[in-house]
């Protein structure tokens, strides 16, 4: 993974090499086990921090290895405060985007799997950048640890405050901790960012056992989704696994006709196949799926649409989330108008599917997935503008 000279990247370590590099350093098994506490529990960034390390150790990580893996390179918060979304610069220049919503007593953080997508949603930003590179497991990780620190730092801050006024809360960080009462954890992922998650599997799921182990980073699996636009291949795969991590598949259409105008791997995967193969997935993970349904005005928001996705979906344990459209400046796509996503609700509910109306979360920072990488790589026409 690292290439010849370049630094050793420890987050792409899985536990396992990760101990056979400590060996290869002369040290015994129990320093792996320190180390992976500080990388995934104490968020250490700086080898000079890990203190119950012998220096020669500490010494040579800092010589040899490299921790934090992200630059900050912009960053847009909602003018509600609550939607906070990074542009991160790899090492290679490549840019990620990665977005903290704080909302419904949550901190839910929306992860990119890769550089750019290969999938070629019409409706998407990212899309428009073609597939740059897979994220490695380090690369997905470390976009959690550095908002991770980050509510950790603000949390400690309020904490540090409220000692300084007597136990007393100002009126603002009362106000902010009613609105975010988890603050200083990351409480959800969903990897619903720029790229297909399930066409970079294995990096996926190496980060995701680092994020739920509860010697690493101890996140409940429950806590976390994984969304698809329906590579059945990778479906299949993910309902065999042991981890009980939440998938999404990203629907937006009930039929073939209409939804491989909108994402074109509809065509490798038509519906049919699809939906068998998430009705596998539940048979054999009895776990409910979400279909993820972004609402477009006059495209896929008619009652008559909202009846076939009704028939489509009778039978399987599922959910259907409904997210009017975060429009990409220059697209023909739009958000649909309110009264048409009530009413498609409406028949949704009527047929006994479970329904929830998804709010558009920082539709002012151009919060849908890849239109801050886009405004910012046209602005600063950045090497990897693909
Ligand atoms: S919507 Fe998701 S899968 Fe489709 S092009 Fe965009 S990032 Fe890729």
Redesign the pocket.
Known sequence: MNQPNAPLRLLDLAPAALREQVAAWGQPAYRADQLYQWLYQRLAVDPAEMSNLPASLRQRLAEEAQIELLTPAAESVSSDGHTTKTLFRLHDGQLIETVLMRYDRRNTLCISSQAG?????T?????QMGLQRNLTPGEIVAQVLYFERWLRQQGDERTAARAGSGGKESPAAAHASHLTPHASRVSNIVV?????PLANYANLWQALRTLVDPAGFGLGARKITV?T?GLVPGIDRFAEEELQINLAV?LHAPNDALRATL?P?NRRYPIAELIAACRRYVARTHRRISFEYAMMAGINDTPALAEELAALLHGLLCHVNLIPLNPVVGSPFQPSRRADVDAFVAILEAHGIPTTLRLRRGIDINAG??QLRARVAQSTRTPSAG
Do not use: L
Request: with cysteine; charged share 5%; net charge negative.
């Open positions: 997508c290969a999938m070629g949603c409706f998407c930003a990212t899309a619903m960012g720029m790229g297909e969304s636009v990203s994402t791997i997935c890849g």
